[in-house]
């Protein structure tokens, strides 16, 4: 039943399994009785439509109606998605097509509640919302107006929490938040404990924002100053080492905080001119000046993959087809997207960032049979990204030159850049694709598979064994398929220790606890070095590892240049998002 679910006979999609039922769950329109009101199709020829009417705005734009036709063509046979506000709201009432914004949260009772509400607004729209809290005076700083005392950024964050849990995101999701605070502010301590008690900020992933110099301080072992946001003045110090310790402890209790590397990002900020960057949206692959918004797209990559004479091979012509679809798809959803703000409008034409990246690498790997955890498959990455990268800003360059430029290319690192004049300030991102993946049924994002094998518990109470595509049908030639088989894999997810399994078989269809940390971090350093903005990827630890591995981890992806670090620590969470037997 689950071979071959998303192929289309006669023209018509022939829908199955989990992404019909992400389909009606999620993405197709329903009445208020909860009655579905479009088919697939419906949605998919919705979407297609919408977007390809931003060509008719110029004067040398395509033809609407066939580029409809190549949208609605790449949609359907799962080659490239675009984030799930585009699929949900184009063509809608709404009309909010973008996953990614940041919001300034300004120093003053203003500027704070004005943060929230927007972040509301951008929740119903279903995009998810990041915000630097670093500009808030620190807890206990004096208020002039009343003549009473702060209490700093941890107990507004509260408020934006709760505000999250009231509004639904688009009726079908919860919003997202990422909070980030500076390493330097006051209440940094605080700030890294705040969730360690599972259950407060249960809308918010936070992230410690760490600068070049913390992380010399931490080499050398000395202190840092702390740093008041009202003035910039000093307000004390602490030793960056004890720190730097006791975010790797937090993190390795429980996942949170991540760690971001602010000096990295913003060496990559294509417009310093605008203002400094941040903070990142909720899931970290997206770095923003505040008001900015940005939409996402992904590239299914094993629909990339073809055999020739019994040998697999990545099918370049295709890939960069879909790379100049998906970037005119990006840059038109632009157009037509409705910002919940003037100024987020203004910002986001200003710069007009895309962020076109990739899903399906595991499986991809599992077709050309390489191991995740191999050189040979960090070089697959930097080759499949390097052109994926490279054709993006081929693409956007073409558009500019019919286009025009994005405005504030004047005021970006690109100016007097003949060969960098680019319709998009950035062109690459790589998204988790939490429900993309689903959708085009593939591994998510860049990250391995989760369980070759686990068991899925359904609504009723059912257990239904959900075995990985590409490992059933290789099992099924190689001749060692049995139902018995497949529950036993079940229990752990992996077949690593199960030698009546091929040992080639073992070594190339690894899962994400077979791949040690230090590959996932390689992993994630191979995508970094060709995408303009950053990658979303979870490194998975053992539940026996220690801090100090935590801390190998962190110092790895500072010194492989990556823009920021999330672990995970199995079992680290009372409420296991991804726990084997569980999973989705
Ligand atoms: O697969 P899908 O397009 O639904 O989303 P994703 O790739 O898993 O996440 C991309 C971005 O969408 C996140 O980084 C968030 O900015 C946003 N998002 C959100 O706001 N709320 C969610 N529940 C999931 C994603």
């Known amino acids: 039943e689950a071979e071959e679910t998303n192929m289309k006979e006669n023209g018509k999609l022939n829908i199955s399994g989990n992404t019909r039922t992400v389909l009606e769950r999620r993405y197709l329109r329903k009445a208020l009785d909860g009655t579905l009101q479009e088919t697939p199709e419906g949605l998919f020829r919705r979407v297609a439509t919408h977007i390809a009417e931003a060509e008719g705005f110029y004067e040398d734009g395509l033809d609407p109606s066939a580029v409809a036709d190549a949208f609605y063509g790449v949609m359907t046979d799962f080659r490239f998605l675009p984030n799930s506000p585009t699929l949900m709201n184009a063509g809608n009432e709404l009309g909010q097509l973008a996953a990614c914004f940041v919001l300034p949260v300004d120093d003053s009772l203003d500027g704070i509640f004005d943060a929230v509400k927007n972040a509301a607004l951008?929740?119903?729209?279903?995009?998810?919302?990041?915000f630097s809290f670093s500009r808030l005076r620190a807890k206990d700083c004096r208020v002039g107006s009343t003549g009473g005392v702060a209490s700093g950024p941890v107990s507004f964050m509260k408020i934006f929490n709760t505000a999250t849990e009231q509004v639904k995101q688009g009726g079908t999701r919860r919003g997202a938040n990422m909070a980030i605070l500076r390493v330097d502010h006051p209440d940094v301590l605080e700030?890294?404990?705040?969730?360690?008690?599972?259950?407060?900020?249960?809308?918010?992933?936070?992230?410690?924002?760490?600068?070049?110099?913390?992380?010399q301080a931490v080499r050398e072992g000395g202190d840092y100053d702390l740093i008041d946001p009202r003035n910039g003045e000093t307000r004390g110090s602490l030793n960056a080492r004890e720190v730097y310790e006791t975010l790797i402890h937090q993190a390795w209790f429980n996942g949170d905080p991540g760690i971001i590397f602010l000096d990295r990002i913003n060496r990559d900020n294509p417009t310093p001119a605008l203002g400094e960057i941040e903070s990142t949206n909720p899931c970290g692959e997206q770095p923003l000046l505040p008001m900015e918004a940005c939409n996402l797209g992904s590239i299914n990559l094993s629909k990339c993959v073809v055999t020739d004479g019994g040998k697999a091979r990545i099918d370049f012509d295709s890939l960069k087809e879909i790379v100049w679809l998906a970037v005119r798809f990006l840059d038109d959803t632009i157009e037509m997207s409705r910002y919940p703000l003037d100024e987020i409008d203004q910002m986001v034409k200003g710069n007009r960032k895309i962020g076109l990246g990739v899903m399906g690498f595991a499986d991809l790997l599992y077709m050309m049979g390489v191991p995740y955890n191999s050189?040979?498959?960090?070089?697959?990455?930097?080759?499949?990204m390097g052109f994926v990268q490279t054709e993006a800003h081929e693409a956007s360059r073409h558009l500019a030159v019919s286009r025009g430029p994005f405005p504030n290319i004047g005021k970006s690192v690109f100016k007097g850049d003949e060969n960098r004049?680019?319709?998009?300030?950035?062109?690459?991102?790589?998204?988790?694709?939490?429900?993309?993946?689903?959708?085009a049924g593939c591994s998510?994002?860049?990250?391995?598979v989760f369980a070759l094998s686990y068991v899925r518990r359904v609504m009723d109470g059912d257990e239904l064994l959900e075995v990985n595509p590409l490992f059933e049908t290789m099992a099924k030639e190689r001749g060692f398929y049995s139902k018995a088989l497949m529950a036993r894999i079940a229990e752990t997810g992996t077949i690593a220790h199960m030698e009546e399994i091929p040992e080639d078989v073992r070594r190339v269809f690894v899962t994400a606890h077979d791949v040690s940390p230090e590959w996932h971090v390689r992993m994630q350093a191979a995508f970094q070095n060709h995408t303009d903005n950053a990658v979303s990827k979870t490194v998975n630890l053992p539940r026996e590892a220690t801090a100090?591995?935590?801390?190998?981890?962190?110092?790895?992806?500072f010194d492989l240049c990556c823009k920021g670090v999330t672990i995970y620590r199995d079992g680290s969470k009372q409420n296991q998002v991804l726990s084997v037997a569980e999973k989705k």
Request: hydrophobic fraction near 35%; include cysteine; aromatic fraction near 6%.
């Open 421 to 439: 004049a680019y319709r998009n300030a950035t062109c690459t991102t790589i998204a988790p694709t939490g429900t993309l993946s689903i959708l």
């Open 548 to 557: 100090d591995d935590v801390q190998s981890i962190y110092d790895m992806a």
């Open 191 to 215: 700030f890294i404990q705040c969730k360690s008690d599972n259950e407060a900020l249960n809308n918010f992933n936070i992230s410690v924002g760490v600068t070049d110099a913390f992380m």
């Open 444 to 448: 998510s994002g860049i990250e391995p």
């Open 122 to 130: 951008i929740h119903k729209s279903g995009g998810g919302t990041g």
């Open 375 to 384: 050189d040979e498959a960090v070089g697959l990455a930097e080759k499949v």
